[in-house]
């Protein structure tokens, strides 16, 4: 049961313009959203964070959009530079102390 | 300031051995998370220790199993090893909740043979 779906396993996109990953969920129960990255051979790093009290959060290049009544949300990168190709994992977690369910993962391929 | 340590890096173990990896977090850090990844599964969740507790537990048979120590530090046990095993298992460290942000550490590569 993948509560937190990334439906697009690859995406392409040309230096400079934007990316936009997407990631879907099925837990209305959900209320606070992470974005994480990951290069080969690391762990995933922090990326960035929203909570359903928000529909919009904003850090530098990157910026999270929630629609809740949709239970969508997508991570913009603008514009799109070549160390930002990675894996991009979306995350949700319910209240406080449960547990932090991650999606299938999308892989950026920014090209110069 | 230290990352989250895992160790080892790599290994290889035949089908039906046990294996412990382990997990030592930020220093200061009191949760820790256990992750499985696998292609195209994603991140799938193990377990989460905080201050010596399970806190939360995944999906996964009961081959799987972890602890904490009073320093934080983690391990997780599979028993019985079995090839669909093989994985990155990644460990995840956070204050208290999900709030900030895991840091995670670079994972220990389990190939079973």
């Known amino acids: 049961d993948q509560q937190v779906k990334q439906n697009s396993p690859s995406l392409s996109v040309q230096e400079g313009r934007i990316s936009i990953l997407n990631c879907d969920y099925t837990?209305?129960?959900?209320?606070?959203f992470l974005w994480y990255k990951k290069y080969p051979a690391e762990g995933p790093t922090f990326l960035i964070s929203i909570s359903s009290i928000k529909d919009k959060n904003e850090d530098g290049r990157f910026t999270v959009f929630l629609n809740k009544s949709a239970k969508h949300l997508s991570l913009h990168i603008v514009p799109s530079q070549p160390g930002d190709s990675a894996v991009y994992f979306c995350a949700a977690r319910g209240t406080r102390y449960q547990k932090v369910t991650f999606g299938t993962g999308t892989k950026l391929q920014v090209i110069p | 300031k230290a990352g989250v340590t895992q160790t080892p890096r790599y290994l290889i173990k035949t089908r039906g051995q046990q294996v412990t990896l382990s997990c030592s977090p930020i220093s200061g850090h009191r949760s820790v998370s256990w992750y499985q990844q696998t292609p195209g599964q994603g991140l799938q969740f193990l377990f989460e220790?905080?201050?010596?507790?399970?806190?939360n537990k995944g999906n996964f048979p009961g081959r799987f199993s972890g602890r904490q120590f009073s320093n934080s530090r983690s391990e997780m046990n599979v028993s019985t090893l079995e090839l669909g095993d093989s994985a990155l298992y990644l460990c995840?460290?956070?204050?208290?909740?999900?709030?900030?942000?895991?840091?995670f550490g670079s994972g220990t590569r389990l190939t079973v043979v």
């Open positions: 995840a460290s956070s204050l208290d909740t999900g709030d900030y942000g895991y840091t």
């Open positions: 220790y905080f201050s010596e507790t399970q806190r």
């Open positions: 837990n209305s129960m959900f209320d606070y």
